[in-house]
Nanobody, 123 residues
């Protein structure tokens, strides 16, 4: 079982930046895509970004495109989400997850999941 742990969340003012990390451990021999999702209280979990195992293909939700950048360093078994120009509506718990399918925006196609890291953007 692959284990994923998110970190890097915190409190930031609107317009600021954060970099989230998703570190993998355990059985990481298989090639997998990684996605970032977020969920605010009372809201559905929504797709943020995804990256192929090679890093050659990236995918973004329209609300994040141009502001967020997903990348990965397989040597470190870590996927990153650089978030710039943060807005209050970006406030949510951010989760990373693994999928055998590149480009999927559906959370049901991802397993396993990390525990999440809180991102709070103040006005």
């Amino acid at each position: 079982q692959v284990q994923l742990v998110e970190s890097g969340g915190g409190l930031v003012q609107a317009g600021g930046s954060l970099r989230l990390s998703c570190a993998a451990s355990g059985r990481t021999f298989r090639r997998y895509a990684t996605g970032w999702f977020r969920q605010a209280p009372g809201k559905e979990r929504e797709f943020v970004a995804a990256i192929s195992w090679s890093g050659g293909s990236t995918y973004y939700a329209d609300s994040e495109k141009g502001r967020f950048t997903i990348s990965r360093d397989n040597a470190k078994k870590t996927v990153y989400l650089q978030m710039n120009s943060l807005k209050p509506e970006d406030t949510a718990v951010y989760y990373c997850a693994a999928s055998p399918t590149d480009g999927s925006t559906r959370y049901l196609e991802y397993d396993p999941w990390g525990q999440g890291t809180q991102v709070t953007v103040s006005s």
